[in-house]
T-cell receptor, first 113, second 110 residues
Framework: DAGVTQSPTHLIKTRGQHVTLRCSPI?????VSWYQQVLGQGPQFIFQ???????GRGNFPDRFSARQFPNYSSELNVNALLLGDSALYLC????????????FGPGTRLLVL | GESVGLHLPTLSVQEGDNSIINCAYS??????FIWYKQESGKGPQFIID?????DKRQGQRVTVLLNKTVKHLSLQIAATQPGDSAVYFC?????????FGKGTTLSVSS
């Protein structure tokens, strides 16, 4: 069975630009969560979606938004990129997302210049 | 605020030794904990989990211990192998979000 997939694997943007990251969950999983991992630190929670509805949001500015599609895939959008947005963006999928194992994809490495 | 942290940033062991990685958590209401392994350039990989109604859980070569009295979690790896070299994170489930600590880098020399 395929695991969580993310695209693209790497991305380079300049300050002020917009970026869209994509995630496909494990088949049968209805919840997708997004995390930001800055070099040397643990992942930080951004969003969780379940059945196309936002069910949780971390301490990130409104420049960050996401959505989940009927096939349970998800997009993370970041507007007005800042240098500090450079990080590994991880997507995790789970059956329903509440106090259960979340399985992570390989991540998208974003570099903002 | 709520946070999960690890006691040591790095741990170096010899191949074949047993490794113990520790983690302290701050939210006594948390009732689900997970250990992840992250290799360079990859996403976190699930190792083992434990719920607060348990003190110990064993997997293949790994054991997780939970001490709710002192809010402490540990991961024991038996017969550590070079392939175990990675960064290890404990994570606390606070509802929908996983809260991660900074991680412990395990280095295994042969």
């Amino acid at each position: 069975d395929a695991g969580v997939t993310q695209s693209p694997t790497h991305l380079i943007k300049t300050r002020g630009q917009h970026v869209t990251l994509r995630c496909s969950p494990i088949s049968g999983h209805k919840s997708v969560s997004w995390y930001q991992q800055v070099l040397g630190q643990g992942p930080q929670f951004i969003f969780q979606y379940y059945e196309k509805e936002e069910r949780g949001r971390g301490n990130f500015p409104d420049r960050f938004s996401a959505r989940q599609f009927p096939n349970y895939s998800s997009e993370l959008n970041v507007n007005a990129l800042l240098l500090g947005d450079s990080a590994l963006y991880l997507c995790a999928s789970s059956l329903d997302g509440y106090q259960e194992t979340q399985y992570f994809g390989p991540g998208t490495r974003l570099l903002v210049l | 605020g709520e946070s999960v942290g690890l006691h040591l940033p790095t741990l170096s062991v010899q191949e074949g030794d047993n490794s113990i990685i520790n983690c302290a958590y701050s939210n006594s209401a948390s009732d689900y904990f997970i250990w992840y392994k992250q290799e360079s350039g990859k996403g976190p990989q699930f190792i083992i989990d434990i719920r607060s109604n348990m003190d110990k859980r064993q997997g293949q070569r790994v054991t997780v211990l939970l001490n709710k009295t002192v809010k402490h979690l540990s991961l024991q790896i038996a017969a550590t192998q070079p392939g175990d070299s990675a960064v290890y994170f404990c994570a606390e489930s606070a509802g929908t979000a996983l809260i991660f600590g900074k991680g412990t880098t395990l280095s295994v020399s042969s």
